[in-house]
């Protein structure tokens, strides 16, 4: 595809920016290709200073019809929604009448974060607009199928995390998060709308103290992505490290990887077992063990490699 049909291709586009690098890379990605687009930032969640050199917008999240009006002036046709968006509710969404009439059924009633991600994209496809993921954009932020390394996990491992996968898909039926943290055959921490980083923080309970875990993150099932897709990076593997964590176990082609040079996960990552990635973090913590990213682990003390 020549760079003329991209420009062409990605003309006409809203960016909704959250919180987190993923909006700005976007902008700065899309500016190399001389699109014409715009930002519209959430207040509480980005910055609109961010995005100066940017044609950007500052709104706060219940100001829909405000959004609708700056879109329409600006010709838009596309929007992508980048970031993290806290679930707000009526109070502190303060919304304007078309907003509240929009969102109140499903918000008040107290719907799955699923179910309101739909209405959202409705809503604006109702409009007029097309609502766009980010594999329309770029690729580059995806974990890639294939094996890296060279060590073997053990079969009986493999058992282990096939049955785990399985039995966290499953959870994910339930629309309550994406995140897992297990051993053996148990789930034993799940995640909720703290998010992946909290969950890890509860390794911290003495009860958890002397197991080996897994982490598994897959998105969930009949999951919108263009919307919602599961996202790792370095502030996440700087908290697995601090723990007595196994292996990672991700979806391929379907998990945003952030700071891909920082984590390289194409280092440690060296199974492609069933659409997921597995991390063997004894690996890991060979390669890692003198990176600057990680100089105040103290890597002596990740001894327990053994479920």
Known sequence: MSTKTKIIMFDNIAIIAGSGKLPFKIASHLKKLNAKFIILAIK??????????????SLRMGQGLKAVRILKENKIKKIIFLGALDRPNLVDLKPDLWTLFKVFKFIFFKKTDDVILRN??????????KVIGLSYITNNYFLNKGIYGTNKIPKNDLEIINNLVKKTIQWTTKDLGQSVITSKNKILLKEDRRGTNNLIKKLNNNKFSKISY??????KVNQDTRMDLP??????????????IKYIVLNA???IIMDKKKTRLSQVIHYHFENCKFCDFRKFRQNFRKSNFFKNVDFQKQNRWKF
């Open 44 to 57: 509480g969640f980005s910055e609109i200073k961010l995005y100066k050199n940017f044609k950007a917008y």
């Open 120 to 129: 959202v994209v409705s809503i604006f496809e109702n409009e007029g607009f």
């Open 214 to 219: 897994i982490f598994i993150k897959v998105k």
């Open 231 to 244: 996202t790792f990076g370095l502030d996440t593997l700087k908290c697995l490290v601090k723990t007595n």
């Open 253 to 255: 082609d379907s998990t």
